[in-house]
């Protein structure tokens, strides 16, 4: 398969915001299965590039300029969660503004794939509700992720916010 860039969304089940520091922290995607079908493995990100400019996007508008950028970004128990930091601009207070209200709660990664499989026999059985996914990304590389209104990933969900 060519190196084609993919975008997934995932509502963030755990979100908080920092009104001192201007941050927000959530789940950004899971190893859950999305509504397109595939799996991504969360562990097998690769995030070395994207930390050398780790900008935050609304709605993976490569055209705009970032509105945050990533102040961490880590695996933990199958989710990657990451905090991200908004910008002094009215885009990025905006954005801000929607997730502090309660108003926006999704993010979204954009990647390449490096290695993928379809599920086997023995991945079903252990996970059943593999049984519909068409594809598991055991390797990728992140580019950017993105505050975005609508997920493909429905297990990001924002539930609490400080």
């Known amino acids: 398969m060519p190196n084609t860039m993919i975008k997934k969304q ?16 959530a789940v950004i995607s ?5 509504r397109d079908r595939e799996v991504i493995k969360a562990k097998g990100g690769d995030f070395a590039n994207y930390l050398k400019n780790p900008v935050v996007l609304f709605a993976h508008d490569y055209r705009e300029l970032p509105i945050a950028k990533a102040t961490w970004i880590k695996v933990k128990a199958g989710k990657i969660v990451a905090e ?11 954005v801000y503004q ?17 290695k993928r499989h379809a599920p086997s026999p023995k991945e079903i059985e252990a996970r059943p509700e593999l049984a519909n996914v068409w594809s ?11 505050a975005v209104p609508v997920p493909s990933n429905p297990q990001a ?5 400080k």
């Open 10 to 25: 995932f509502i963030s089940s755990d979100i908080k915001v920092n009104d001192e520091e201007r941050t927000v922290t």
């Open 30 to 34: 899971t190893s859950g299965v999305d």
């Open 84 to 94: 991200a930091k908004f910008a002094d601009t009215e885009m990025a207070e905006d």
């Open 98 to 114: 929607l997730y502090k209200g309660g108003f926006l709660s999704a993010f979204s990664i954009g990647f390449i794939p490096q």
């Open 136 to 146: 598991i990304i055991d390797e990728w590389e992140l580019l950017e992720f993105s």
């Open 157 to 161: 969900l924002a539930t609490a916010v």
